[in-house]
Each structure stands twice: as structure tokens, then as C-alpha cells.
């Protein structure tokens, strides 16, 4: 039967939590369905368990992130199993009970997917082989107890308590991860399988305190334990099914759950001693004797709680095989009467409307039966015999006065021991007295009576669960104790009886004392609360962490404004001078040989372009103010960068660039139409100087990287595609052949983006109007918008231009050209008739609509590639032959051509879809907005 | 030979960061073409700055000839810079009509 995954109890729950959520409005069948997946990881474990208990330990893996050490990996031992037990069990129980208990007006469907994905959350927790895994399901209970915690979410003060509770928890999570990643670094692995066998070595490493520290931080917070317990009475603001199971059966017990766990590694040493017993031993004290000045049944509870959490913490901070045994027995025992207890509170609290003791009295003779589980569920909190809470106690008692612990601790432990025992008679005494007996009810919103019947099933199930382990140990609880024993304490496991009698011991004695101090305090109680009241009072601590959440969220701010100011501006320098550091940075630490190669000289025409660069850069920021000077001088600059490529015998790209350059200027031209024709002075010197200084380090950046790669030696990729090209595409132009074959994939990314880009120009300019800028001398523009000339002159231009782009188009393959090129002469061609007779007159002659072209070149280009689909070829793949058809002479074909085709018209359609709407803009009429002259303009184009 | 590239390529960086961070949308944009010509050139002399090459035709000569790759890669670069710039001017024009001022962070009028 253990081929059933382990991984599925986890994944039940996480993913089950989907199955409320779409399992329609009725809250009965979000129950339902709640309850079957709960069920099904009932059935899972039980399934499991004989193997389990039989002494072997389940483990399962899946790779996941080998490099970071990260498996998902789970193992089933005794321990996992108690723990699934307990979570499932308890699970189903509260599950039948919250049907009941939430109204409903109540967001149901939310309740069981949140309780359903902690349910997959803690399963993780106790079934996780990896620690990392560990942590990460740990967040996840951290996370959905916050979510139920602030359930009502309308109640501002349960919405606080949420936070409170995710601030201490996540806290110590992260304290968790700190402490487990060390842990794994010195273990070596961060299995368990592996840290549980290198326990010697973890504790003789000088990383030993920090672990121990930092997990500790985590089980601390998880577990309410001193100083950190504040937030657990505060997460009573959940629904009381949420504190049953979350706040006081399972989640808070993964604190001493990984005590329990990373004991075989952790524990024995001096540090761990005085640390883990001293805040149980604290916890266990002080919660214990606060607990019986709460009026709030859940108060009590929550701080009874911290108190027993405390109470199992120190035990296995004692650090003895037997002690450990004890922990693990009280984590039980806890469980089962504490789940009872918070179901019985919420049933007086759903059936009276009060949780105040001082108005709850004499529920005895209203609900009778709910009195009695109640009572039976309290004396197994108070250590009554015959009852489980007695027999964990009583090895309680009996470890604290264990020889061997030396010194003062010989008397400190047995005296804070049976301290804690007097306080917890007495609050378990007021639970009982002052709730069922003790008078009459005062001032109750609603008569009570008791609940229907099927909400009092889990807890009578739970107090015969008391009872039964109580009475008869040994066949109850026995073979799971020593199975989850075996996992604590490994090959060390004591022998223990669990029997109700020992003979007249000293703990025995120390439980009389406890008995009879309890009573008698409770007792002297009037007294006692007017000292509380008068010298203890409450501790405002939501009001405190609100400030301190106030006090962050200034600091936040104040943070976020001196960096975030809304400068555009400024965040561009921030950049620059970030991406400048890295880049510099790294290249400066990589210790970077910055020896160029070639120490060749150059020649004049480099020298020549280089000087005309420099001067026509240089020209463009001194005149940046005057804008069409500038503008001119970018021109300059473009047009010096494609004779570059014509000194490098890049020809495809000097023919491109030029053309590009052509298209790029007009496009200025036309945009400044509607800009200021100059820039107001407006920048400090001070900015100026820091600007100044970014463009000067960021250039030298860049050209020192040019420089030093030069220095290292060419790889053989693109001797590799000159050697190939003829062979393979029967294309002798390497570039294009790159472009439309072999990369070809990489250019149809690029003609998308960049008729994305054209239409997103369109987008952005449809019912878009704008009045054109003041001329620089505030004149008005010339109104002779086509001049004679030049529309003359255009027209004919138009074919020749149309030819000469299709000879570039088709000899491409072998000779500078291509799609690109032939694109952009197509495009100016056509702009250059928009520009001299206008785009009334153009549209009113050339019907093309650049969107459809746009689509149609895309879409071939596509289609060309999914072609060789249709014969099991790849994507994009080509062939290519010759042709010899008669009077033609030898054709030389390749099916590239229709790529390139591709290309070629999406390259028209975008260029001139761009430039037309722009031209466009100048033409539409914008009403009373138009400052010169009474007669429109026809075009924008006046600059080109 | 290369340091003279290097100083070009280095140059144009320079102008176009110092225009790139001015505050009135067209001169950023004036420097964004010339960034983009040093980017251009960056990708380009990746491949090497020969004294003496001839263009990468298969068959049109003796001699070395030059890398095909990087002048693919730049010729797309290429176009692509000519369509970011576009889009670029007419976010700059919109800028202008929805803020009523050509200033980056539309905060002072217009001159």
C-alpha cells in the first residue's frame, strides 16, 4: 500500500482549496467537498501507517533545483505520521463543526479553500525531507493563518491582529531560512537524511550558535513562545474553527514540531539547554498565570495555550531521550483536549452570543451536555487523572526533577514546574466554575440552549479521544508514541510506561500540590484579579505595532520620495548612471585587458569620418537649442555613419542606412512642425557640468569596451556562413542570405516589432489633432505648400524609383539589396509624393490602404515559413534549384524570395503608414486652435 | 586604427547621453538617434576593424572579406531604430498636446 505518493496528502490540500472555490454558491456543498478531501488524506495516512509503524521511513524525491540544493523531496516517519494524523483527523472534525458554526451570511466558499490550502500547507510542513521545501511550506501556513486570522474582514481590529500575527510569523520565517541554509551549508546537504547524520559535526561547527539562534527565532515566533507570544491571543479574532486548528492544534505546534525534528542535530549541547528551557520555562509560567485573569473564554484558551506550548518546548529544550518522548506525547495530548475545549467555547459563544465569563454563568442547567464535555476537556487541561493531559503531565513532573540537569536548575525546574501546574488548575477551574456554575447569567444577548446535535459530535468524539488515552495508554496511543519516538530520538528511545499509577512518586506529590494550590488560589480569586487590575494592566500591543506600522510606512515614504520625484529627467541620469557603473564596474573588476588590437594607422578616410562625427556630434549638442540646426546636424551624423559602413565594406548596410537616414530626417522635419522651433534655457550649470560628466564616463565606457574587444581575436562564425552560403542557399550575398535564411526566424521578430511600431503610430494619431508651432520668429509658415517644381519633377520619379527598388529587391540574394533596402527606396519614393503634391492628391490616386499591405507582408512572411510544414520540414526552412526556361537564359530560384517579399512590403507599408499619418496630422482642421492664416496649409511637410 | 573607432563610437555615446538627459522631448529624442548610431556601430565593429576588407559577396574577388554577421544583425538594428524613433515622436507630440508643454516631466510652460 505505500505506493500511494506522498506527495498527494500536500497537493490534496493545496490543490483541493480550488474545489470550495468552484463548487458554486450553497455553503453545504463547499462543505462537502471540504470534508471529502479531507477525508481522502484521512484514508491516504491511514494507508500508510502500518508501514510507518512498522519502522520504516517513506522518503520521495523529484529533482527540482539540484544547484541550489533544492529537491522536492518528503518522507514519511512516526513523527510525519502523528502529526498527519492529528492534522487530518482534527481537520475533518473541525470541518463538520465549522459547517455549524459560521453563519450564512458568511463567506463560506473562502472559509474552506483558506482552510483547505493550510491543511496542504502544514501537511508539507511535517512531511518535508528537504528543508527548504520546509520553509517554503512553513511561509505557507504563515500565510493562510494571516488570511484566516483577518477572515472577518471588515472588523478592523481582526484585520490588525492578521497583520501582527504575518509580521511576528514572517519574521521569524525569515529567521527560519537564515537559520536552515546554514544549517544545509555545513551539513552538507539539505536533506534530512543527510543533516539527521551529521549532528556531531553541526554542533562542533563555529556556525553552531548561529543556527541554533536563527532556528530558534523561527520556532519562537511559530510557537508563541516568550518574549514573541503577543500575537497568538490576538489571532483569536479568527472564527473560533480557525482557533481550533490553527491556534492551538496545528500551526502554532510547528514551532515545536521542528524542535522535535532537527533534535537529533540541534539538541545536547549547553547552549541549547539554557536557551530552549529557559523561554519554555517562562512561557510556561507567566502564560499559565496570566490565562486566569482573561474574561474572554478564548483569552484564557489562547493564553492557556502559549502556556502548554511553553510547557512542551521546555522538554525537549531538558534535552533527554525521555523528555523528548514526553514533548512529542504533550503535542498530542494538546491537540486533542485544546480542539475540544476552543469547539466547546465557540458553541457556549454561538448559543449564548457572549464569550465574557463575567456574563456566562450557570450554563449548567441551559446546556447540560455541552457542560459536561466541556468540564471533561478542561480536566484533561488541568492534569486530572484518568484523563491523557494527566499522564503527559505527570512525565512532565517527573523529567523536570531528573538528576543531571545540575545545580540551581535542580530546584528551579521543579518549582516553576509546579508553579505552572497550581495556575493551570485554577484557570481550568474557572473555566468550569465560572461558566456553568457560579449564579446566573448577566445580561446575555440570547437565551442559551444547546447547539443542534451534529455540532457537538467532534467534540464528544475528542473528549472520548481524552478519555480513552487517558484510561488505557497503552493500547491507544502507544504504538504511535514509540513510532514518532523513533524519529526523535533515533535508536535512543527510552523505554516508557504509560500507566496510570507509578507508586507514591515526588511527581505524584507535585501534581497533589498542584491540585490543591490550584484551588485554593482560584479561591482567593477577587483578590487576586484586583491586584492583576491594579498593578498588571493589559499591554496595549496592537496599538503599539500600529504605530510601528504607522512609523515604517513614514520612513517608506520619505524613502520613496527622495528617489522617486517625478523627474523623468532625473530618473534618466539615475539610469545612465547605473547602467554605466554595472557595465564600467564590471568590466574594471573582471580585471579587463584594455590593450586594443591593431596597432595599425589609420587612414585618412577613416580619419576623415571619424573627424566629421566628432564635429557634426559635437555641432548637434552645442546647437540643440536651435532645433532645425540640430536637427540638420544629426542628419550629418547618419549620413557619416553609412560612408563607415561603406569604408568597412558593409554595402547592405551603407544602402539601408542611407536610405534610412532619408526617412528619419523627414520624419523630424515633420514632427518639429508641431514642437517649439527652440528650447528655452533652462538647465543650471551645475546640471549641466553633471550631465556633462555621465555623457563624458559613459563614453569613455563605451569606447573603451570597443577598444579592448577589439584586442581579443574574432570567432569563426561568420567565416563559417561566407564558406556555407553558396552551397547551401545558392545565394553569393552573405548578409542577405543571413537575413532571409539561416536567421530568418530573428527578421520576422523584427518586421513585427516593426509593424507594431507603425501601428502604433497609427493607433496613437487616429482622431489625434494638434495645432502647429510658432514659426522661430513667430511668422507665419510659407503657404505654398506644393511648389511647382518639385511635384513636377516627382512624378515621374515614381516608376523609375519603383524599378530601381525591384532590381533591388530581386538581385538581393547575391549582390547588396534585399527586402530592407528595396523597402525603404519604395517608401521614400511614395513619401516624396505626399510631400510635393500633397496626401489628398496621393490618396486620391494611389488606393492602398497600408494597413492591409502591412498585414499581407506579414502574413506572407509567416506563411512562406510554415510552407515547408506541409512536407515535414522546419519552420522557415528553404530550397532552391535552377530553372532553365527557353529564351530566358538559366534562372537561378529560391524560395527565400517569397520571405524576402515578405519583408519588402511590410518594410513600404510601414515606412510610409508612419510618414502619411503624420503629413495628415498638418491637414486636419483643429476649429479656433489654428494660429496663422485663414487658409490651411495642405501639408506639415514645409521643413523637407 | 582602432583607437579611432573606439573614439567614434565613444564620441557619439558621449553627445547622445548629454542630449538624452535635456528636458524638452526633442532633444532626448536627437539623442536617442545618435545613441542608437553608437549602438549601431558597437554591434558592427564586433566583427572587426580590418584596414583592408572587400563586402561579403561570395565570389566577387580575392582577398579577406568581411564578417556577413554583424552586418545582418546591424541591418535590422537598423530599421528597428528608424521605428522606435517614430514611435518615440509621436509619443513626444502627444506629450505635448495632453500636457500643453514639451518638457519631459510637463511641468513648465512652453517658451
Redesign the interface.
Known amino acids: 500500500m505505500a505506493s500511494t505518493p506522498l506527495i498527494l496528502l500536500p497537493l490534496l490540500g493545496l490543490l483541493g482549496a480550488l474545489l470550495p472555490a468552484i463548487g458554486g454558491r450553497s455553503p453545504h456543498v463547499s462543505a462537502r467537498l471540504a470534508a471529502a478531501v479531507v477525508l481522502a488524506g484521512l484514508v491516504m495516512a491511514g494507508l500508510q501507517a502500518p508501514a510507518v509503524m512498522g519502522g520504516e521511513v517513506l522518503v520521495e524525491r523529484w529533482t527540482w533545483l539540484p544547484a541550489a540544493g533544492l529537491d522536492l523531496s518528503l518522507r514519511l516517519d512516526g513523527l510525519g505520521l502523528l502529526f498527519t494524523l492529528l492534522i487530518q483527523g482534527i481537520g475533518l472534525l473541525i470541518v463538520l463543526y465549522a459547517h455549524y458554526y459560521l453563519p450564512s451570511s458568511a463567506p463560506q466558499r473562502r472559509f474552506y479553500a483558506l482552510f483547505l490550502l493550510f491543511t496542504g500547507a502544514m501537511q508539507g510542513v511535517v512531511l518535508a525531507e528537504n528543508l527548504l521545501v520546509l520553509v517554503v511550506f512553513w511561509e505557507l501556513t504563515s500565510i493562510s493563518s494571516f488570511l484566516l486570522i483577518g477572515y472577518w474582514t471588515l472588523d478592523p481590529s481582526a484585520r490588525q491582529s492578521a497583520r501582527l500575527a504575518l509580521a511576528v510569523t514572517g519574521a521569524g520565517g525569515l529567521s527560519l531560512l537564515g537559520g536552515v541554509i546554514l544549517l544545509g551549508e555545513v551539513a552538507g546537504g539539505y536533506d534530512l537524511t543527510t543533516v539527521l547524520a551529521s549532528g556531531d559535526a553541526v554542533r562542533a561547527d563555529p556556525l553552531y550558535p548561529w543556527i541554533l539562534g536563527l532556528v530558534l527565532g523561527g520556532v519562537f515566533t511559530k510557537s508563541a513562545q516568550f518574549p514573541f507570544h503577543f500575537w497568538l491571543p490576538r489571532a483569536m479574532a479568527a472564527p473560533t474553527p480557525v482557533s481550533a486548528f490553527l491556534h492551538s492544534a496545528t500551526m502554532v505546534k510547528a514551532g515545536v514540531f521542528l524542535l522535535a525534528r532537527l533534535f537529533p542535530v540541534l539538541a545536547g549541547t549547553q547552549a541549547w539547554f539554557l536557551s530552549v528551557t529557559t523561554v519554555g520555562m517562562v512561557t510556561l509560567v507567566a502564560a499559565a498565570f496570566l490565562a486566569l485573569f482573561k474574561h474572554d473564554l478564548k483569552g484564557l484558551l489562547a493564553y492557556s495555550t502559549v502556556s502548554h506550548l511553553g510547557l512542551i518546548t521546555m522538554l525537549f529544550g531538558m534535552g533527554t531521550p525521555a523528555s523528548a518522548v514526553a514533548g512529542v506525547f504533550h503535542i498530542a495530548n494538546h491537540a486533542v483536549f485544546k480542539a475540544s475545549l476552543f469547539m466547546a467555547a465557540g458553541i457556549i459563544e454561538h448559543e449564548s452570543g457572549s464569550r465574557d465569563m463575567r456574563q456566562l454563568n450557570g450554563l449548567i442547567k441551559r446546556m447540560p451536555h455541552t457542560a459536561v464535555l466541556a468540564m471533561v476537556a478542561a480536566g484533561a487541561m488541568a492534569g486530572v487523572p484518568l484523563l491523557n493531559g494527566f499522564l503527559s503531565k505527570e512525565m512532565f513532573f517527573s523529567e523536570t526533577l531528573q538528576p543531571g540537569m545540575g545545580g540551581t536548575w535542580q530546584t528551579i525546574l521543579p518549582v516553576a514546574a509546579t508553579l505552572s501546574g497550581v495556575f493551570a488548575v485554577a484557570y481550568s477551574l474557572r473555566f468550569i466554575h465560572d461558566v456553568f456554575f457560579n449564579g446566573e447569567p448577566v445580561g446575555l444577548p440570547r437565551e442559551p440552549h444547546e447547539p443542534p446535535r451534529w455540532m457537538k459530535v467532534p467534540v464528544e468524539l475528542l473528549v472520548a479521544l481524552c478519555l480513552l488515552v487517558g484510561v488505557v495508554p497503552a493500547w491507544t496511543v502507544e504504538p504511535f508514541l514509540s513510532a514518532a519516538a523513533e524519529a526523535v530520538v533515533p535508536g535512543r528511545v527510552p523505554h516508557f510506561d504509560l500507566a496510570l499509577w507509578h507508586g507514591f512518586t515526588l511527581a505524584l506529590f507535585m501534581s497533589l500540590v498542584a491540585m490543591v494550590g490550584g484551588v485554593t488560589l482560584y479561591g482567593v480569586r477577587r483578590f487576586l484579579f484586583r491586584l492583576h487590575d491594579r498593578y498588571l494592566p493589559e499591554p496595549a500591543v496592537l496599538k503599539w505595532f500600529t504605530e510601528v506600522e504607522l512609523g515604517l510606512w513614514r520612513v517608506a515614504r520619505r524613502v520613496l520620495g527622495a528617489w522617486e520625484n517625478?523627474?523623468?529627467?532625473r530618473y534618466?541620469?539615475l539610469l545612465?548612471a547605473a547602467a554605466v557603473a554595472l557595465a564600467g564596474g564590471a568590466f574594471l573588476t573582471s580585471g579587463g585587458r584594455l590593450a586594443?588590437?591593431?596597432g595599425?594607422?589609420?587612414?585618412l578616410a577613416?580619419?576623415l569620418?571619424?573627424l566629421v562625427?566628432?564635429l557634426a556630434?559635437?555641432a548637434?549638442?552645442v546647437q540643440?537649442?536651435q532645433?532645425i540646426q540640430?536637427?540638420l546636424w544629426?542628419g550629418v551624423?547618419?549620413l557619416t555613419?553609412s560612408l563607415?559602413?561603406v569604408r568597412?565594406?558593409?554595402?547592405?548596410?551603407a544602402l539601408?542606412?542611407l536610405a534610412?537616414e532619408v526617412?528619419?530626417v523627414i520624419?523630424?522635419l515633420l514632427?518639429?512642425y508641431?514642437?517649439?522651433q527652440?528650447?528655452?534655457p533652462?538647465?543650471t550649470p551645475w546640471h549641466r557640468g553633471r550631465?556633462?560628466l555621465?555623457?563624458?564616463v559613459?563614453?569613455?565606457?563605451?569606447?573603451?569596451?570597443?577598444?579592448a574587444?577589439?584586442g581579443t581575436p574574432?570567432t569563426g562564425?561568420?567565416?563559417d556562413?561566407?564558406a556555407r552560403?553558396?552551397a547551401e542557399t545558392g545565394g553569393?550575398?552573405?548578409?542577405?542570405t543571413?537575413?532571409v535564411d539561416y536567421?530568418a526566424f530573428?527578421?520576422l521578430g523584427?518586421i513585427t516589432?516593426?509593424g507594431i511600431?507603425?501601428l502604433?503610430?497609427f493607433a496613437?494619431?487616429r482622431g489625434?489633432a494638434?495645432p502647429p508651432a510658432r514659426e522661430l520668429r513667430g511668422r507665419r509658415w510659407d503657404p505654398d505648400a506644393h511648389p511647382l517644381i518639385l511635384a513636377t519633377l516627382s512624378r515621374p520619379l515614381l516608376p523609375l524609383a519603383t524599378l530601381v527598388s525591384l532590381y533591388l529587391l530581386l538581385r538581393g540574394h547575391?549582390?547588396?539589396g534585399g527586402g530592407?533596402v528595396a523597402g525603404?527606396v519604395m517608401g521614400v519614393a511614395l513619401i516624396l509624393q505626399y510631400l510635393a503634391s500633397g496626401s489628398r492628391w496621393v490618396r486620391g490616386r494611389l488606393q492602398v490602404r497600408y494597413r492591409v499591405l502591412l498585414a499581407l507582408g506579414l502574413g506572407l512572411a509567416a506563411v512562406s515559413g510554415m510552407v515547408p510544414w506541409l512536407w515535414g520540414g522546419a519552420f522557415l526552412e528553404s530550397a532552391h534549384g535552377e530553372w532553365h526556361p527557353r529564351l530566358l537564359g538559366d534562372i537561378h530560384w529560391n524560395t527565400t524570395l517569397v520571405f524576402d517579399i515578405g519583408v519588402y512590403l511590410t518594410?513600404i507599408a510601414?515606412?510610409t503608414l508612419?510618414l502619411a499619418e503624420?503629413g495628415r496630422?498638418g491637414q486636419k482642421r483643429i476649429g479656433r486652435q489654428r494660429p496663422y492664416g485663414s487658409t490651411a496649409p495642405e501639408t506639415g511637410g514645409k521643413g523637407a | 586604427m582602432t583607437l579611432t573607432v573606439a573614439f567614434m563610437v565613444g564620441w557619439l555615446t558621449a553627445c547622445g547621453v548629454y542630449l538624452l538627459l535635456r528636458a524638452r522631448t526633442l532633444p532626448v529624442i536627437l539623442g536617442l538617434v545618435l545613441l542608437s548610431h553608437a549602438a549601431n556601430l558597437v554591434l558592427f565593429l564586433g566583427g572587426g576593424v580590418p584596414a583592408e576588407v572587400r563586402p561579403p559577396l561570395v565570389g566577387s574577388g580575392e582577398g579577406p572579406m568581411a564578417d556577413p554577421l554583424p552586418q545582418a544583425l546591424v541591418l535590422t538594428a537598423v530599421v528597428i531604430s528608424f521605428a522606435m524613433t517614430a514611435f518615440v515622436l509621436i509619443l513626444a507630440l502627444r506629450n505635448r498636446r495632453s500636457l500643453k508643454s514639451d518638457h519631459v516631466d510637463g511641468e513648465r510652460r512652453e517658451s
Do not use: C, H, K
Open positions: 517625478g523627474s523623468l529627467q534618466m541620469a545612465v586594443g588590437g591593431g595599425e594607422w589609420p587612414d577613416t580619419l569620418l571619424a562625427v566628432a556630434g559635437a548637434t549638442v540643440q537649442r532645433r540640430a536637427l544629426v551624423v547618419g555613419v563607415t559602413f568597412f565594406a558593409a554595402p547592405d548596410l539601408t542606412m534610412v526617412v528619419s520624419l523630424l514632427a518639429l508641431f514642437l517649439p527652440s528650447s528655452p533652462e538647465s550631465d556633462a555621465l555623457a563624458g559613459a563614453g569613455v565606457t563605451v569606447g573603451g569596451l570597443v577598444w574587444a577589439q574574432a562564425i561568420g567565416r556562413y561566407l552560403t553558396v553569393a550575398n552573405a548578409v542577405n543571413i537575413l536567421r530573428d527578421t523584427e516589432v516593426l511600431a507603425a502604433g503610430v496613437m494619431l489625434f494638434l547575391n549582390a547588396p530592407f525603404l518594410v510601414s515606412v508612419i503624420l496630422l
